[in-house]
């Protein structure tokens, strides 16, 4: 599990250090960079992975611009000439790289200037190991070959795994229902939604193969956030696997719904469950607007869900999202140090600042009396816009 990102002349984000927890609530007003922190953990997946460019940063849900972009620019000071971001893990083992692509003429693909690959005490890869290296590729990652050497059970190579499969993930409606394919497809699902049904059907048949108490409970507190179906399964339709949903309230000979059917918040439940619970999915990873189509009850239990969900295969599963509905916060419980929230602003310069937001004695006082949904919209906790 990352424990400390780092980053320097990423978009807005001029300088800072983040200490990250299991589950990673970032708010904000529109612009402050929420998205701008995700995407650099993004760019560092690409670096992890051995290459730096378009088709690597939008394989991992980074929006792609010319180079120019993704570096720091500010009014009162010159531009970075690299991109630097490093994380550490639990154990001490780190990962750190700094980039550069020519504003004037860019390249296809970025150039690594230094990279620091270290497992505990010891480097693995430096950067004296690439400047000693004759007729070095400057445009690949040499950790990322150096992975090959490294025991799977090693900290650094766990790091570097963890890394490479990070994605950040934006459902849509449409894609979720299958009435659009998703432009970025991976396994178990889409970064826009694909692949649902057959997700939904897995960790089904995981949950079910389990045959324990825990695993059945774990399935109920998925279906119980679908108040309205009895039940769901995924039947195959020709060469398509289609979601069906039992309602409760129709008769009972026509009261089957399929996902272009069925309430759209349904199936962003099925898809969050999914990524949190199947264990084939990533160890890190991202969502963009966790609260979009959700009622505001639902997303508090569904935000109180993520942090179980995610401990039930193994404990080092992560995620960081971004939300606007003031109702997430009150789902999450920020006595448990693993489950963090953060305020995201920009200063006066426009750099973007990250807090974390801890219960104070103050703010514990505040609570008794409202909750955290409340006390943002009274702007007690910041994050909120200058309007």
């Known amino acids: 599990m990352i424990r400390t990102l780092k980053i320097q002349g990423f978009k807005s984000i001029n300088d800072q250090t983040i200490e990250l927890g299991r ?29 730096v460019d378009n088709e690597s940063l939008m394989r991992r849900g980074v929006r792609t611009s010319l180079p120019r972009l993704y570096k720091s620019s500010f009014s009162d000071q010159d531009p970075p000439k690299h991109i ?6 639990e154990n001490e083992e780190t990962y750190q790289v700094s980039l550069k692509n020519p504003m004037s003429h860019p390249k296809l693909a970025w150039i690594f200037i230094d990279e620091l690959l270290k497992d505990t005490q010891d480097p693995i890869v430096s950067d004296k190991q690439r400047r000693n290296k004759k007729n070095l ?3 690949a990652g040499l950790a990322a070959l150096k992975l090959v050497e490294l025991e799977p059970t090693s900290p650094a190579a766990q790091l570097m795994q963890c890394l490479q499969e990070y994605a950040i993930y934006c459902p849509n409606t449409p894609t979720l229902r299958n009435v659009e394919s998703d432009a970025q497809p991976r396994n178990p699902v889409g970064l826009n939604g694909g692949q649902l049904a057959e997700a939904f059907a897995e960790l ?51 009261n089957k719904l399929t996902a272009g ?5 349904a199936l962003y439940v099925l898809f969050y469950a999914a990524l949190c619970l199947l264990p084939n999915a990533p160890h890190l990873f991202a969502i963009d607007n966790l609260d979009q189509s959700l009622n505001p009850r639902l997303a508090i239990r569904l935000t109180e869900r993520l942090s179980d969900w995610l401990k039930n295969n193994t404990p080092d599963r992560q995620i960081l999202f971004t939300v606007h509905n003031p109702a997430i916060l009150d789902g999450l419980d920020l006595t448990d140090p693993e489950i963090r929230l953060f305020a995201i602003e920009r200063d006066s310069n426009g750099m973007t600042c990250v807090r974390r937001i801890e219960l104070s004695e103050c703010l514990l006082k505040l609570n008794q009396e409202y909750p955290l949904s409340r006390l ?11 309007v």
Request: aromatic residues 4%; contains cysteine; proline residues 1%.
């Open 84 to 89: 630097h971001i490093s994380v550490e893990g």
């Open 376 to 386: 943002w919209l009274m702007g007690r906790l910041g994050a909120v816009p200058n």
């Open 137 to 139: 590729n400057t445009k």
């Open 23 to 51: 589950v990673n609530c970032l708010i904000g007003d529109n612009g402050v960079g929420k998205s701008n922190l995700l995407e650099a953990i993004g760019v560092l997946s690409a670096a992890a992975y051995g290459i």
């Open 204 to 254: 089904r048949k995981q949950l079910n193969k389990d045959n324990d108490e825990v695993s059945l409970e774990i399935l109920d507190t998925v279906l119980d956030l679908i108040s309205w179906s009895v039940d769901i399964d995924t039947v195959k339709e020709g060469t398509k696997s289609v979601l069906k949903f039992t309602d409760r309230f129709m008769n009972n000979s026509r």
């Open 261 to 265: 059917d069925a309430s759209e918040g």
